[in-house]
């Protein structure tokens, strides 16, 4: 499901770059609008890979517990990070697309501003797309913490899982 939810994503990317791209070239404000949209959103990524990091997300109990943990922590760190890295490349290619578009058409040709244009779309508009499954993570993510600490509070009233 989630690889589909990932294909979907890019394909709209896809279809939105190759057929919308008229619509930001020689328009700033949409240019203004994508970068800072994307640098919050960087901000807002770095944010949620610290609080998965965080020690006091590791359950309590033997090194054997924390070890099984371990991977899924990783997992959901680095498919973080990956979206962090596609926020990044949008940035990246915007500003490649400003600084190009000055450039006189005999250094760099119009089809290349084009494409370049439509890389940050679709970029763009796919790692926006995929930003809609983060609240769900963080809701797992705290959902997550209020069960162990659910737990740890039974254990230290000597309520056992009776299952």
């Known amino acids: 499901m989630r690889a589909i939810f990932i294909f979907g994503c890019f394909v709209i990317g896809a279809v939105a770059a190759y057929y919308r791209q008229p619509y930001v070239r020689e328009n700033s404000d949409a240019v203004l609008i994508v970068t800072t949209v994307f640098t919050v959103f960087a901000g807002f990524l770095v944010a949620i890979i610290t609080i998965l990091g965080d020690p006091s997300l590791v359950p309590e109990g033997s090194w054997r517990l924390v070890e099984q943990r371990r991977e899924s922590i990783h997992n959901r760190i680095i498919s973080h990070i990956y979206l962090f890295a596609l ?65 740890r509070r039974r254990n230290m009233a000597g309520i056992g899982n009776e299952e």
């Open 87 to 151: 926020y990044l490349i949008t940035i990246a290619l915007i500003f490649v697309s400003v600084v190009l578009k000055k450039a006189p058409d005999d250094i760099v040709s119009c089809s290349w501003k084009i494409w370049i244009d439509r890389a940050y779309l679709f970029f763009g508009v796919g790692s926006f797309l995929l930003s809609f499954a983060l609240p769900f993570a963080l809701h797992k993510i705290q959902t997550d913490r209020l069960d162990r600490e659910i737990e």
